[in-house]
């Protein structure tokens, strides 16, 4: 019997994945110049050939001042058009062709990371604030050790002017202009692990009593206009989806949260996808800080590998016609066909494995090969142990982070790729 992952699907803006298999985003680290490098592209050509339903780029920062790490490609001007900006266009054309060398549509993730952007990160100096919603800190943690740390790390953000949003929300469409001039097949536009669009979501980092905060329905104004005025812009056939998180609600703001997933349902979203964590609290790594107040889950949700099933379910029960991605610790057919045939999404979004082997869908789809080698083991990374005296949930994370980043420049270099060790 075929697998349910090799069926295609058709997004509301009438472009078809090949099969439900979704390289997911991931960091990079190789745009040195902030531009599409060589290696860059070396990289995605590699994923190209993988078998993938759809390939996600790592993020496009649209602010070169405003950066989530020092080696993302970003926008480092008003875009104007094609014709204005015609070296541009060439430039990022070279990338979207190999994603797509194959026939597999490419979608850029693009983000801007408020007031998460690491002080040596993007063009505006280690001592310039950045950019919020409101004036919250990041917090790791209540020591002196983790107030130090997160000092050294972030400076203190701004909240943002109505002009400062006005702003971004341009530099979001300028870049997604960008993505469909140079022949990618979509964005998403990055809601999720803590970055502005997330703060401007959240009640916790949103304490405006403006036009942009104060509601749910305010709060979310910020990406729906950045999703409407896109729509004005680019072809019909271009798809415009949305990471959310799934795990920095509590149950007094669930409600909250489904209101804003039915906005943009309502606003024509072509895809959501369901991921979770920010830096104060990494679940999207699966470090996430112990909560001992948190709901077991049962012993079948335990045993699927999704890190966020549960709530794409609830989601998919409200928006059954909302067509959903799910990424976060699939690691096996069994696993992602589940997840696919309980109805918890449409997509399923695979990080690390794609990382250690680009190919990796063909095993998956390899209708010869038995489910029990249709997977992939894979260890968390080893922290070094003069490093465990720091917040272990931040210095695990970026352990993972680090070392996926490592074997992606090894895919970009054509050096084979290590799995982390027992």
């Known amino acids: 019997m075929p697998s349910?992952?090799?069926?295609?699907?058709?997004?509301?803006?009438?472009?078809?994945?090949?099969?439900?298999?979704?390289?997911?985003?991931?960091a990079e680290m190789l745009a040195k110049t902030n531009q599409p490098t060589s290696a860059l592209v070396d990289a995605?050509?590699?994923?190209?050939?993988?078998?993938?339903?759809?390939?996600?780029?790592?993020?496009?920062?649209?602010?070169?001042?405003?950066?989530?790490?020092?080696?993302?490609?970003?926008?480092?001007?008003?875009?104007?058009?094609?014709?204005?900006?015609?070296?541009l266009v060439a430039q990022w054309k070279k990338y979207a062709d190999i994603c797509q060398k194959h026939g597999t549509p490419a979608i850029a993730q693009i983000c801007h990371p408020g007031r998460q952007s690491f002080r040596v990160a993007g063009h505006r100096g280690i001592f310039a604030p950045t950019l919020a919603p409101s004036a919250v800190p990041i917090k790791v943690g209540n020591s002196y050790?983790?107030?130090?740390?997160?000092?050294?790390?972030?400076?203190?953000p701004k909240e943002m002017t109505t002009q400062?949003?006005?702003?971004?929300i341009r530099q979001f469409v300028d870049t997604a202009r960008l993505m469909a001039d140079a022949?990618?097949?979509?964005?998403?536009?990055?809601?999720?692990?803590?970055?502005?669009?997330?703060?401007?979501?959240?009640?916790?980092?949103?304490?405006?009593?403006d036009a942009y905060g104060g509601t749910p329905e305010k709060r979310a104004r910020f990406v729906l206009e950045i999703l409407s005025q896109t729509r004005k812009v680019v072809p019909s056939t271009f798809a415009i989806g949305i990471k959310l998180n799934s795990a920095d609600h509590s149950s007094a703001t669930f409600e909250e949260t489904m209101t804003q997933i039915a906005l943009l349902a309502e606003a024509g979203i072509d895809f959501m996808e369901i991921s979770g964590g920010t830096y104060?609290?990494?679940?999207?790594?699966?470090?996430?800080?112990?909560?001992?107040?948190?709901?077991?889950?049962?012993?079948?949700?335990?045993?699927?590998?999704?890190?966020?099933?549960?709530?794409?379910?609830?989601v998919r029960q409200r928006h059954p016609g909302l067509v959903l991605m799910l990424t976060g610790g699939f690691r096996t057919r069994a696993g992602a066909e589940?997840?696919?045939?309980?109805?918890?999404?449409?997509?399923?979004?695979?990080?690390?494995?794609?990382?250690?082997?680009?190919?990796?869908p063909r095993l998956l789809?390899?209708?010869?090969?038995?489910?029990?080698?249709?997977?992939?083991?894979?260890?968390?990374?080893?922290?070094?142990?003069?490093?465990?005296?720091?917040?272990?949930?931040?210095?695990?994370?970026?352990?993972?982070?680090?070392?996926?980043?490592?074997?992606?420049?090894?895919?970009?270099?054509?050096?084979?790729?290590?799995a982390p060790p027992l």
């Open 4 to 26: 349910p992952l090799a069926d295609p699907v058709k997004l509301p803006c009438g472009l078809v994945l090949p099969n439900r298999l979704s390289k997911a985003a991931m």
């Open 44 to 87: 995605y050509e590699q994923w190209s050939d993988g078998g993938w339903g759809s390939i996600l780029t790592g993020n496009v920062q649209v602010d070169v001042n405003h950066m989530g790490s020092p080696f993302d490609p970003a926008l480092h001007n008003e875009y104007k058009d094609s014709e204005t900006n015609s070296a």
């Open 145 to 156: 050790l983790e107030s130090l740390i997160g000092c050294l790390v972030w400076s203190g």
């Open 164 to 168: 400062d949003v006005e702003r971004v």
């Open 183 to 209: 022949g990618f097949s979509g964005v998403e536009l990055h809601g999720a692990h803590g970055y502005l669009i997330d703060q401007f979501l959240n009640g916790k980092t949103n304490l405006r009593t």
């Open 280 to 314: 104060e609290d990494p679940k999207m790594m699966g470090r996430g800080k112990a909560n001992p107040a948190a709901a077991p889950k049962s012993a079948r949700t335990a045993a699927r590998e999704a890190f966020f099933l549960e709530f794409s379910k609830e």
């Open 338 to 360: 589940a997840a696919i045939r309980d109805g918890a999404c449409d997509l399923v979004g695979i990080g690390r494995p794609g990382a250690i082997d680009p190919r990796f």
């Open 365 to 418: 789809l390899d209708e010869s090969v038995g489910d029990d080698e249709a997977g992939m083991v894979l260890n968390n990374v080893a922290v070094p142990w003069y490093m465990r005296f720091l917040p272990l949930h931040l210095v695990g994370a970026g352990a993972e982070s680090t070392y996926y980043s490592a074997q992606i420049q090894s895919l970009g270099k054509g050096i084979a790729t290590v």
